[in-house]
């Protein structure tokens, strides 16, 4: 069965720095799709970033990029120069290409200091 | 464009009692999914949908879950009866495109079962 390891419950970083979150993934398969959410407090889940994995190029949305690393099914979430408003729940997702479900991380908490 | 509409926003029940919420996803999404999501952890598949048919339920607890999409818009997670453990957020999410996979998440029911 596919997990999501999210190893860091807690992350800190000052604004305006830069802040890699982790993420590491179990699967069999080899093509599948990886996402990033962000769940900012008393509001709702939004879409970060996504990543199919037969692409090798690593997406990047304005400040947000992730490594992905297919061999050692690893995911990182790259934030660069920090704001306040970037404060929230970070989850990490999977989803096979051939199935239904997306499987969540337990998520890593950033804390941004102004 | 309107997001995933949820209610109610918060419910606190005692043990045994019968609960529904109530999900509304944004128009012309097809997939719709119902998670649950315990404190510290990440979103849980209870239930996901396509059209009004049922794509993977293999997680819900049947003995007291249920959940219904009629014609293939809303729909309704109803729990009966109750217990401790349901105490969560349950949360509802849709996709345009279940081959593209990204969930636009509503901003959950918080259900505190007493």
């Known amino acids: 069965a596919q997990t999501v390891t999210q190893s860091q419950p807690e992350m800190s970083v000052q604004e305006a720095e830069t802040v890699t979150l982790s993420c590491t993934y179990d699967?069999?398969?080899?093509?599948?799709?990886l996402f990033w959410y962000k769940q900012p407090p008393s509001r709702q889940m939004i879409l970060v970033i996504r990543?199919?994995?037969?692409?090798?190029q690593n997406a990047t949305e304005n400040r947000f990029s992730v490594n992905f690393q297919k061999a050692a099914k690893s995911f990182s979430l790259k934030i660069s120069d920090s704001q306040l408003g970037d404060a929230a729940m970070y989850f990490c997702?999977?989803?096979?290409?051939?199935?239904?479900?997306?499987?969540f991380g337990a998520g890593t908490r950033l804390f941004v200091k102004a | 464009e309107a997001g995933v509409a949820q209610s109610p926003r918060y419910k606190i029940i005692e043990k045994r009692q019968s609960v529904a919420f109530w999900c509304n996803p944004i128009?012309?999404?097809?997939?719709l999914y119902w998670y649950q999501q315990i404190l510290g952890q990440g979103p849980k598949l209870l239930i996901q949908?396509?059209?009004?048919?049922?794509?993977?339920d293999s997680q819900l607890p049947k003995d007291r879950f249920s959940a219904e999409r009629l014609k293939g818009v809303d729909s309704t997670l109803k729990i009966q009866p109750a217990k401790l453990e349901d105490s969560a957020v349950y949360l509802c999410?849709?996709?345009?495109?279940?081959?593209?996979?990204?969930?636009?998440f509503g901003p959950g029911t918080r259900l505190l079962v007493l």
């Open positions: 990543q199919e994995a037969y692409k090798q």
């Open positions: 128009s012309g999404h097809a997939t």
């Open positions: 699967t069999s398969e080899s093509d599948y799709y």
């Open positions: 949908f396509q059209n009004n048919g049922v794509v993977d």
């Open positions: 999410a849709s996709s345009l495109d279940p081959g593209l996979a990204v969930h636009f």
């Open positions: 997702a999977y989803r096979s290409a051939r199935g239904f479900k997306t499987i």
